[in-house]
């Protein structure tokens, strides 16, 4: 018999309502060693994801560079106050302000290959799975190596 998405599947998922901030997801990952996290709404519906990646966007250099610039037009000639300055600096989005919405999903019947199709062909590394839209875990990359590792055949 083939295994399956809820045979490997991490559950219950480790999720956030899309008002969590920045800070708090921040929080959330490194405390739990995870790379991402499903936001949902009260009722547990998938609303997207935020990962590591989805967190580090605005301090890459080109967006500081974006933002330097708006600033010196902002500015006009004149020194920005301090206070304003670190005011801009403060992170006030949340899960939804940065999430992404557009998920790939699997559900808990779906099979080892299935799950490895999904997550090479849309370029993902997990896939939370879904049962009637609520969120009920999450399959990682490790998860589908380590039930291919202990089956090796389907390696063959």
């Given at each position: 018999m ?10 219950p ?7 969590a901030?920045v ?33 580090l ?36 989005r ?7 919405a ?26 939370p ?12 990359r490790t ?8 089956a090796?055949?389907?390696l063959?």
């Amino acid at each position: 018999m083939a295994t399956t998405a809820v045979e490997i599947m991490t559950a219950p998922a480790i999720t956030v309502s899309p008002q969590a901030s920045v800070a708090e997801i921040a929080t959330l990952l490194v405390k739990n060693h995870i790379s991402a996290v499903p936001v949902c709404a009260p009722d547990g519906h998938l609303m997207g994801v935020v990962s590591e990646g989805d967190l580090l966007r605005p301090f890459r250099e080109s967006v500081r560079q974006k933002r330097d610039w708006w600033l010196g037009l902002l500015a006009d000639g004149e020194e920005l106050s301090q206070q304003y300055l670190d005011y801009m600096r403060i992170d006030t989005r949340n899960a939804q302000d940065v999430m992404v919405a557009h998920v790939i999903t699997t559900t808990e019947d779906a099979t080892l290959p299935e799950l490895a199709e999904a997550m090479v062909n849309n370029h993902v590394k997990r896939l939370p799975v879904l049962r009637d839209g609520k969120v009920v875990g999450i399959v990682s990359r490790t998860d589908v190596l380590g039930a291919l590792a202990r089956a090796p055949a389907m390696l063959d």
